[in-house]
């Protein structure tokens, strides 16, 4: 008998060469495994394919839930966006997926894992380094990265090999699951050609959108969205919803210029429509209930959590360290936010929470205000000292001396006597 591999299986073109060439290639039997995060494909008709090309084994996993729960929860939570505008939905699935092949190359006493990626992106790096990270006697074998192989090189193969694989399903090379629709290649390498309305699925056309706007109102949970208009919403179930309702209104699409891991540029366009939503009214609820030295210092935490997590280190132990502090920083950040569909756009409309930190008698212009406006003198007498007295200096230089820095606190003194404050 054959020693055995364990390969994450999608039924694309990639993974069912791969089936057929690693037997060929390495001798090993490969057992393949799909693991459901939500990507909406026929999973028993994949498992019949994989059977059928020559696996010996197929596993069929549904990890949705624990996708929710383990990783887009924590993405939420840290308002990631790589580049400001990625919301990590391949990136996030990686390490979960690498980490079911992990678990059943165990089971199944296999030596390797192996996957479909290619040698130039990110999500070799993803899966060969949790894989590692997690049990380093397993071997990872690529066989796309390997041996170079390429589109037209693979569906020769797979004719000469009798692989059923739909020809060219799509002009497009797409990655999806619940937490969003990634799309490259074809016209989309071009980054001044604007996508085609057929690299979309999930964001509707603007034309066909609804013409009055649409509501959701979503309560978060310490940092988690927990119910849609006062609805408790199962987690996988919460994201769907959203997802469609903001698809339907046209909202999600992202386009643009990713800088990678291996250091190329590429021309990104994603749908993304509960993704953007849910990020967006976590963040807006943040500013309501956390402190302004909270916010600033978690902005920077969350851009360093999404470049760990994009860059394939989610068992980077600074990345869990991260996750400690976010968490931290959530317990308060619970209230609803109303947000606001139409034609492609969606705005957060309105925010309330227990914990909020908004005053009306502090924020009001109105007669009711009980913030004392005389106490703002003194703070700004000495919140703008170092630059005062940086700026009296260089007056001082620029006229000779004609105008003299005056000791500030001097001046300040005298004029608070003759004010009579
Ligand atoms: N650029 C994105 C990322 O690195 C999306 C990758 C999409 N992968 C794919 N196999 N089509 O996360």
Redesign the pocket.
């Known amino acids: 008998m054959s020693e055995k591999v364990v390969l994450a299986y999608s039924g694309g073109l990639d993974t069912s060469v791969s089936i057929k060439w690693i037997k060929e290639k390495y001798g090993f039997d490969v057992v393949t495994c799909t693991i459901d995060v939500g990507q909406k494909e026929d999973l028993s008709e994949i498992a019949q394919r994989s059977k059928k090309i020559g696996s010996v084994n197929h596993h069929t996993i549904d990890a949705k839930e624990e996708f929710v729960k383990n990783y887009i929860w924590k993405s939420i939570r840290s308002n990631s966006l790589?580049e400001g505008a990625?919301p990590?939905?391949?990136?996030l699935a990686?390490p979960l997926l690498a980490t079911k092949l992990v678990e059943v190359a165990e089971k199944e006493n296999a030596v390797a894992v192996a996957h479909g990626?290619t040698g130039k992106?990110?999500?070799q790096v993803r899966f060969d380094v949790t894989v590692k990270a997690l049990n380093p006697k397993l071997k990872v074998i690529a066989p796309v990265r390997e041996w170079n192989l390429n589109r037209e090189d693979e569906i020769k193969y797979a004719k000469r090999n009798g692989i059923p694989v739909s020809e060219s399903k799509s002009i497009f090379?797409?990655?999806q699951n619940l937490w969003g629709r990634?799309?490259?290649s074809g016209p989309l390498e071009d980054p001044f050609v604007e996508p085609p309305q057929e690299a979309f699925e999930w964001c509707v056309p603007l034309e066909n959108t609804p013409n009055d706007p649409e509501y959701l109102d979503l309560e978060f949970e310490k940092g988690i969205p927990v119910s849609i208009d006062g609805k408790k919403t199962d987690p996988v179930n919460l994201i769907n919803y959203v997802n469609a309702k903001a698809g339907l209104n046209g909202f999600g699409v992202i386009d643009h210029m990713?800088d990678?891991l291996v250091g190329i540029k590429?021309r990104?366009v994603?749908e993304c429509p509960g993704a953007l939503t849910l990020i967006n009214a976590h963040s807006d609820l943040e500013k309501l209930v956390l402190t302004r030295h909270e916010l600033a210092f978690k902005s920077k935490v969350e851009q360093e959590w999404s470049w760990l997590v994009?860059a394939g280190l989610w068992q980077e132990p600074l990345r869990i360290a991260l996750d400690s502090f976010i968490e931290t920083t959530q317990e308060r950040v619970s209230g609803t936010v109303r947000v606001r569909f139409y034609k492609g756009t969606m705005k957060v409309v309105g925010r309330k929470s227990e914990n909020s930190l908004y005053q009306h008698k502090l924020s009001t212009y109105g007669r009711t205000s009980t913030f004392d406006q005389n106490a703002a003198l003194g703070f700004i007498q000495l919140w703008g000292l170092p630059s005062i007295v940086a700026n009296e200096k260089r007056l001082e230089k620029k006229t000779n001396g004609k105008i003299k820095a005056v000791p500030l606190a001097r001046k300040y003194s005298n004029a608070s006597r003759k004010n009579g404050n």
């Open positions: 790589y990625y990590l939905s391949t990136a990686r990626s992106g990110n999500d090379s797409v990655d990634s799309i490259e990713e990678r590429s990104e994603y994009y």
